[in-house]
């Protein structure tokens, strides 16, 4: 299973980005997607999670600003990310699980992208 994350990018204080990541591979099916994010010195913690549901879960930090989504057909989870804050700089990893016909029961990890909100 494979994922790859795009849409990271240099943005200012206010500036919006939408970041994209599409699981490929022995997937049989797709529960739980969600993003992550560490910052320089702090550990990796939850930014946003959809579950097969759509039933969404956001950080108190980014409710209101953060929308995430998914297309079920592309296998495809999305970030729209609105009203960046400096405190928002980060890299950002997609997470997603499901079942493979090949491992079955996986959770997979995107390599990050690197979000940066200028001040």
């Given amino acids: 299973v494979q994922l790859v994350e795009s849409g990271g990018d240099l ?3 206010g500036g919006s980005l939408r970041l994209s990541c599409t699981a490929s591979g022995s997937i049989s099916s797709i529960n ?5 994010r560490q910052a320089p010195g702090k550990q990796r913690e939850l930014v946003a999670r959809i579950t097969s549901g759509v039933n ?3 950080a108190d930090s980014v409710k209101g600003r953060f ?8 296998g495809t989870v999305y970030l729209q990310m609105n009203s960046l804050k400096p405190e928002d700089t980060a ?7 499901g ?3 090949i ?3 996986f959770t997979s ?4 992208t690197q979000v940066t909100v200028s001040s």
């Avoid at 739980?32 to 992550?36: E, K, L, P, S």
């Avoid at 890299?91 to 699980?97: D, E, L, P, Q, T």
């Fill in 11 to 13: 943005v200012q204080a």
């Fill in 32 to 36: 739980g997607m969600g993003w992550y």
């Fill in 56 to 58: 969404t879960d956001y």
């Fill in 67 to 74: 929308t995430i989504s998914r297309d079920n057909v592309k």
């Fill in 91 to 97: 890299v950002y990893y997609c997470n997603v699980n």
């Fill in 99 to 101: 079942y493979s016909w």
């Fill in 103 to 105: 491992l079955g029961d």
């Fill in 109 to 112: 990890w995107g390599q990050g």
